[in-house]
């Protein structure tokens, strides 16, 4: 329970740390940190207008896509507090039930019979299918370092003691942060500043949606962000502190992350959009040396 | 009682000729139903009480046939009932528009036909005599062909047809010459025969034997090649049953010699997860580049038997390893995969049947927009779309669950190499399900969402309820089988339990705590799901509602070629798989002197690149030079008659040297 309240906690100020830094570097003073949640409390109270082409498959994409997410953070633990749920291969589901909503959200893009949607729909399709080998990789590197499988398990043993989960947790964090920026859509893979239809990923996908539908998906977004960056968090912090420095560094590790997305975003371009399969390729590759790392360490040859 | 009534089925069948045309269904109908009750109940018992034996009273020269439900045979016969059931009522509709343009005798060789395909898999799981389930296999075989040239009047069903029933009797073939083998060694024709084979004999040979021969009716690739042409050519509710549960006998009879073998275990378990893991992901890649519905679904049966492939693999090399853990749920998730894949399968191809009743075509290019018109049909393609690709809450998640834990499960004790295999195993799992979600979002959104991609301004109407009925029942099972996984695991370990005199006690509690856990986060999920869009609606009934036109970035005379294609919905996958399909474009560039264009066609088509270099290469060479031997064929008399002098003095002249 601990970690689902950590996950909300920080999804409030997640966004907002985004925007904030990315307003500092570029020398403006920004909006306030709340105001992304600000902009979506006023999107639920707001009226929507749909399509014509559209069917209740676009009214019902929205809810499922929130619905999955929402259930998929009761996956993820917080280090050795258990999450609400921890069974054997749980990330397994946490990791399909993430695709039932993204598919949800493909199907609905696509009803709206727009070409720009289209788009967006194929590439979140193609580029998540890429994308989907590195976290299991991952997942299977530190089962197989650990020796446990499931999150819980996995994230209470990879302890920080010795310089072997040094190294795992480096390599691991880093494809962890890789994944958070494909599976949200952010730079390098896609800029959703670019306001280009033509150049989006996700944010083209809910160019009809309005309203609750918007401001659900957009919750949804944000506690996805939390989601993947609380795993990443689970390799670095130290267990043998107190819990209260834990929750403390916890807090402090998703702001630096959100400031590092932000910092990525005011100073590097968006990939080529015929580059993003190679650079999502490459993130398994990665994951794929971590196995190979897992398997001379556990002196396996 | 119930065996007089199963033959009194059978014979009664004969009776489709002779009635009028419009009982001769309703015949089909109550035999199919007889059939599906006396197997069902003898199925029924065999999973209870274990092995039953019954006397069939016929005899054939290798002795008196006896039907042997063992509870793996048991398991098999309850899906055929399921699917064949669902396929006769279907039927009832489908074969609606057919009924008035085809002759009396057509239809009755169908419904016949139909009737003995399902008897004729009752009898390939329950034949443990090799003449008999030869025998029994040949029969499924030779009903499938007619009831795949239910369209004969074409050229192309016709072809189709024909290449399916060479293929499938090659695949004969090396059964039989399998069974021989195992019979001039240890004098015991049949599943025996072969069994004793094993204790004494080095097992890959023999195994692969098999394995191609069941491989071809399952479609493993490289063997896939007759699969995705002759889904497409049969009616839906052949397809449906075809790809359902006929395709699965050839996974019956893997899992039968799979269950026998003694020795050089690593070395197959290997082969058959190779095989598996490029069936499945070449299978799924091919239905991305299709546009022609039923040819998708074709291609995702040889994913699909690529998915059963992987856990019969990883399972054998779970015995190979000694880890029963690994053995037990890498077997338990194919063989759950077989009940899944039958549901979900007939499902999606008696709805891709729906649209061609209703539409008259299953082009993608040609569809669109059908959500509205046919809204249960896309509900019921919605929930098999998403349970093919793996997804909770529904049934196909939970078999590759099975599979993704035993390997889990193993890989912090795995060794060197079976690290690497296991990783292979996840990773062709993982894209399959990725290229899956890819694929069915492509599928149900061309065919189902926007707006129609034609001019034709056709009424399009839902189909007639009792094309929709089986759906209901499918959709059923598949949620029953998601929400009470625990209850279906136990099952297939049950059968694996008598299968392999393995105790699986533990293993079996193990699974049944974590799938009741996956359970309970699909029951979460629904409920979640209705909350949320109760919420939804309660907000929605207090704010203004309006419609409008799409959102066109300004552009607002656009119509349906506007929308996304099947052919560029798969673009940005087939510039990454290039080099292994084999794809042109046809497209005629404009000239520079051409001020006034004329209209010009672009098109797209994707062809199998396995099935042009193992099947066609060969095809093509002997089409090129068997008219050669054309030379011999000149039409005087005396050189014919020299041919058979020739004959005889070369076998002569062997006979005299003792050379043969």
Redesign the interface.
């Known amino acids: 329970m601990l970690s689902l309240v950590l996950i909300l906690l920080a999804s409030i100020y997640f966004p907002g740390v985004i925007v904030k830094v990315k307003a500092i570097f570029s020398g403006r003073k920004g909006p306030s940190i709340l105001q992304p949640w600000y902009d979506i409390f006023r999107l639920?109270?707001?009226?929507?207008?749909?399509?014509?082409?559209?069917?209740?498959?676009f009214?019902?994409g929205?809810?499922?896509y929130?619905?999955?997410v929402?259930?998929a953070a009761l996956f993820v633990p917080f280090e050795e507090a258990t999450a609400v749920?921890s069974?054997?291969?749980?990330f397994?589901?946490f990791a399909?039930?993430l695709?039932?909503g993204?598919?949800l959200l493909?199907?609905s893009a696509?009803?709206?019979?727009?070409?720009?949607e289209?788009?967006g729909?194929?590439?979140e399709?193609?580029y998540?299918?890429?994308i989907?080998?590195a976290f299991?990789?991952l997942l299977?590197a530190l089962?197989?370092f650990?020796?446990?499988?499931s999150f819980h398990e996995i994230f209470a043993n990879l302890h920080y003691d010795s310089y072997f989960s040094a190294i795992i947790a480096i390599i691991a964090g880093y494809v962890l942060a890789n994944i958070t920026l494909v599976e949200t859509s952010r730079l390098p893979v896609d800029d959703p500043l670019t306001h280009l239809?033509l150049t989006m990923v996700h944010e083209v996908m809910v160019?009809?949606h309005s309203?609750?539908?918007l401001g659900?998906i957009k919750i949804a977004n944000n506690i996805k962000f939390v989601l993947f960056s609380t795993l990443s968090a689970n390799c670095f912090i130290p267990q043998s502190l107190d819990l209260s420095v834990r929750i403390g560094i916890f807090l402090l590790m998703q702001a630096f992350f959100a400031g590092g997305i932000g910092w990525l975003e005011s100073f590097r371009s968006r990939n080529k959009m015929?580059m993003n399969?190679q650079y999502i390729l490459s993130v398994s590759a990665i994951a794929m040396i971590l196995?190979f790392v897992v398997?001379i360490i556990k002196n396996?040859? | 009682m119930t065996l007089l009534l199963f033959k009194i089925a059978l014979l009664a069948s004969f009776v489709t000729f002779a009635l009028p045309k419009k009982w001769k269904y309703w015949l089909g109908l109550v035999l199919h139903i007889s059939l599906v009750a006396t197997t069902s109940s003898w199925a029924l018992h065999a999973l209870r009480e274990g092995t039953q034996t019954i006397a069939l009273g016929v005899t054939t020269w290798s002795g008196p046939v006896q039907l042997v439900i063992d509870p793996l045979s048991a398991y098999f016969m309850l899906i055929i009932n399921l699917i064949c059931f669902c396929g006769i009522v279907y039927a009832g509709g489908y074969l609606k528009p057919y009924m008035a343009k085809k002759g009396s005798v057509f239809i009755a060789l169908h419904l016949f036909s139909f009737l003995w395909l399902h008897a004729a898999m009752l009898l390939v799981t329950s034949m443990r005599d090799g003449i008999a389930f030869l025998i029994a296999w040949e029969l499924m075989s030779l009903f499938s062909f007619i009831l795949v040239i239910f369209e004969a009047q074409k050229e192309s069903t016709l072809k189709t047809g024909i290449n399916y029933l060479l293929q499938m009797h090659l695949g004969f073939a090396l059964i039989m010459i399998g069974f021989l083998i195992a019979n001039n060694q240890t004098g015991e024709l049949g599943f025996a025969g072969v069994a004793t084979y094993f204790t004494q004999y080095q097992n890959a040979p023999l195994f692969f034997l098999f394995f191609a021969g069941f491989g071809i009716k399952a479609g493993f690739i490289p063997f896939h090649s007759w699969l995705p042409r002759a889904h497409p050519a049969a009616p839906s509710h052949v397809s449906g049953v075809m790809s359902g549960v006929m395709i699965k006998m050839g996974i019956y009879g893997i899992f039968r010699i799979a269950s026998m073998l003694q020795n050089d275990l690593m070395l197959i378990g290997i082969i058959v997860l190779a095989v598996g893991v490029v069936s499945g992901l070449l299978g799924v890649i091919m239905a991305i580049m299709q546009h022609d519905l039923k040819k998708l679904l074709a291609y995702h049966s040889i994913e699909n038997i690529g998915i059963i492939g992987i856990g019969i693999g990883v399972g054998i090399l779970g015995k190979a390893v000694g880890d029963e853990y690994l053995m037990i749920l890498g077997l338990a998730g194919a063989l759950l995969h077989n009940l899944n894949h039958a549901l979900f399968k007939s499902l999606l191809f008696f709805t891709a049947g729906n649209i061609h009743h209703a539409v008259h075509t299953v082009n993608m290019d040609n569809l669109g927009g059908l959500v509205n018109k046919m809204r249960y049909t896309s509900i019921a393609f919605l929930i098999g779309a998403l349970a093919i690709s793996g997804i909770p809450p529904f049934n196909g998640f939970i078999s590759e669950y099975l599979i993704y834990s035993g390997v889990l499960h193993h890989l912090p004790v795995a060794s060197f190499w079976m690290s690497l295999v296991g990783i292979a195993a996840v990773l062709g799992l993982v894209l399959i399900g990725g290229l899956c979600i890819y694929c069915f979002t492509k599928a149900f959104g061309m065919s189902f969402l926007g707006t129609r991609r034609s001019t034709h301004a056709d009424e399009i109407d839902e189909v007639p309820p009792v094309m929709l009925l089986p759906a209901v029942l499918i959709i059923g099972v598949i949620l029953s089988i998601g929400l009470r996984s625990s209850f279906f695991g136990a099952i297939v370990v049950n059968i694996l339990q008598d299968l392999t005199n393995i105790s699986t006690v533990g293993i079996a509690a193990e699974i049944a705590s974590s799938l009741s856990m996956v359970s309970t986060v699909n029951i979460i999920l629904i409920i979640l799901v209705g909350f949320v869009i109760g919420v939804r609606a309660w907000q929605q009934s207090k704010v203004k509602v309006e419609y409008g036109p799409t959102w066109g970035c300004g552009y607002t005379a656009g119509d349906f070629r506007h929308q996304y294609t099947p052919t560029s919905y798969a673009d940005s996958l087939r510039q990454l798989v290039d080099p292994i399909i084999d794809y042109t474009r046809h497209y005629e560039s404009f000239t520079e002197k051409e001020i006034f264009p004329p209209p010009k066609i672009f098109y797209t088509e994707s062809k199998d690149l396995v099935e042009e270099k193992t099947v066609l290469s060969w095809v093509h060479l002997l089409v090129k030079y068997l008219p050669k031997a054309g030379v011999a064929q000149s039409g005087l008399i005396n050189h014919y008659l020299i041919y058979p002098l020739v004959f005889l003095v070369i076998i002569g002249l062997l006979t005299f040297l003792k050379i043969m």
Not at chain 1, 44 to 51: I, M, N, P, W
Not at chain 1, 110 to 115: H, R
């Open positions: 639920l109270k707001k009226g929507s207008v749909y399509s014509t082409s559209s069917s209740f498959i009214q019902i929205g809810p499922i929130f619905s999955t929402l259930l749920f069974f054997t291969g749980d397994v589901l399909y039930l695709g039932l993204r598919f493909i199907i696509l009803d709206v019979s727009s070409g720009f289209g788009m729909a194929n590439r399709a193609f998540s299918m890429l989907e080998p299991f990789l299977g089962a197989m650990t020796g446990y499988n239809e160019l009809d309203g609750f539908d659900i015929a399969a196995i398997i396996r040859i």
